[in-house]
């Protein structure tokens, strides 16, 4: 028995408008990868692959910038240096003090170049592929943010001022405490995660989607007639990959920037 021709169709290469065949949409398949090999009984797609090369980038890059480091700085140690004290000064110290948010640089630096470059790789010839699209990974990052958290809010204001920071206690507030406390964990504890790495994951998720529209459809159209709105569709492409070139820092930004308001008000004395 043949196959079902729209189910053929739906992810045949070759296929042009006027052909006969239907348009090869991208869907949930263009986000599931098959094992590429297997390291010690892990089998590595795609997506694992792309992660583990980013942090090897990073760390490969900022090791080329500061293992010898010269007090006239070269090209490759002045942009490590300016990436550097972008984050530390514009969104630590911002956030946090000078005082309070030394401590936390080094973190809050290789979450925003390691988000970064596992966002980069969606541009990147014969990667084309966002790492954090794939939701364990923005899961994973945020996991850390909130553990950290959490931990530091306790080990600040011990058990019982923890869980008021926690809560949002305020007997100010008068009958409406027990509604307002109930709202605020859901918020912090439940609520608080999920948005974290959903941000990340959602946008990077359906900018990879778009990219993968106008490109398959710049292909597609290109037969007879349709060349023309080929042409338009491969401008598209250009330009959304340049948006997301933007898009793809400007989410590593928020991650870090949201992590830096969460260690905030854990460290704070209000919550």
Known sequence: ?????????????????????????????????????????????????????????????????????????GKL?????????????????ETLGKREGKKYVPLMVSLFFFIWIMNIWAIIPFAQFPVVSVIGFPVALAAIVYILWVSLTFKRHGFVGGWKNISGYDPSIGPALPFVMLIEIMSNLLIRPFTHAVRLFANMFAGHVLLLIFTIASWYLLNGIGIAYAGVSFVMTILMTAFELFIQALQAYVFVLLACNYIQGALAENH
């Open 77 to 93: 140690q002045m942009v490590a240096e300016a990436g550097y004290d972008f984050i530390r000064t514009g969104v630590v110290y």
């Open 1 to 73: 028995m043949s196959a079902d021709p729209t189910t053929v169709l739906a992810f045949e290469t070759d296929c042009h408008i006027f052909d006969g065949c239907g348009f090869p949409a991208p869907g949930l398949h263009s986000f599931v990868f098959e094992p590429m090999f297997t390291v010690g009984g892990i089998e590595i797609n795609k997506p694992m692959l792309l992660a583990v090369l980013s942090t090897v980038v990073v760390v490969g890059f900022f090791w080329a910038a500061f293992n010898k480091p010269k007090v006239v700085p």
